[in-house]
């Protein structure tokens, strides 16, 4: 069993920034897909943002240009840098581990809440 954990959530005002972390217990250089999802009040969870392999990055149209996906892999730290956030941002932010491409399994952090007040 990986555990996930999620930190650095917390209030900032719009145009403010945050900086997410993300660590499991499994070297985050070996971990095949590593991602960042959120939920909105009464929304569905949606990805934020992934990397993949350490070499790909993936973001949704609502975060491009604002966010930035990073892994740290000497300390073993997913982030996700978060400027310039708006009210829309708002929500539970998770971590998502998919250590190898050929297992669909992954495993979920408790998530780290976020709130942009106006």
């Known amino acids: 069993q990986v555990q996930v954990t999620e930190s650095g959530g917390g209030l900032v005002q719009s145009g403010g920034s945050l900086r997410l972390s993300c660590t499991a217990t499994?070297?985050?250089?070996?971990?095949?897909?590593m991602g960042w999802y959120r939920q909105a009040p009464g929304k569905q969870r949606e990805l934020v943002a992934r990397?993949?392999?350490?070499?790909?990055?993936d973001y949704a149209d609502s975060v491009k240009g604002r966010f930035t996906i990073s892994r740290d892999n000497a300390n073993s730290i997913l982030y996700l840098q978060m400027n310039d956030l708006n009210v829309n941002d708002t929500g539970l932010y998770y971590c998502n581990v998919r250590p190898n491409s050929w297992s669909q399994r992954s495993y979920w952090g408790q998530g780290t809440p976020v709130t942009v007040s106006s």
């Open positions: 990397s993949i392999n350490d070499a790909e990055t």
């Open positions: 499994l070297s985050v250089y070996s971990i095949w897909n």
